[in-house]
């Protein structure tokens, strides 16, 4: 039995409300997309949603008490608190660079979590 749902595609400046009908894991329509990217991003939304993490951890500094930090890549979007558990483990001491991996590899998602500021002390 096909399901419909509105997806709001954020690839590009357009942001379509695209209105997709599908059944199981098949896209069977799409509607409302101005570009090709359309069918990409709601397939991914339906079947297999994921987020890049953005989030703050504690810092041992002389001027800040946290750094920002995130995620590499998207992770499953049903395992982002789960990630976010592991990131809350996380105690830094200055000095840091943008860029320094604090977790490698977090949950075996393939995504590093960086740091996304320096912190020289």
């Known amino acids: 039995m096909a399901q419909e749902r509105k997806i709001i595609c954020i690839l590009c400046p357009n942001c379509c409300e695209l209105d997709v009908s599908y059944e199981g894991k098949e896209i069977l329509s799409i509607e409302n997309d101005r570009c090709p990217r359309g069918l990409e991003y709601a397939s991914?939304?339906?079947?297999?949603?994921?987020?890049?993490?953005?989030?703050?951890v504690p810092i041992k500094s002389r001027n800040w008490k946290t750094v920002s930090v995130r995620t590499t890549k998207p992770v499953p979007k049903s395992r982002i608190f789960d990630v976010y558990d592991e990131v809350k483990?996380?105690?830094?001491?200055?000095?840091?660079?943008?860029?320094?991996?604090?977790?490698?590899?977090?949950l075996g998602f393939g995504a590093d979590v960086i740091a996304t500021r320096t912190v020289k002390e």
């Open 44 to 56: 991914e939304e339906l079947f297999n949603p994921a987020r890049t993490l953005i989030t703050t």
């Open 89 to 106: 483990k996380i105690r830094l001491r200055a000095p840091i660079n943008r860029g320094d991996i604090i977790i490698e590899n977090v």
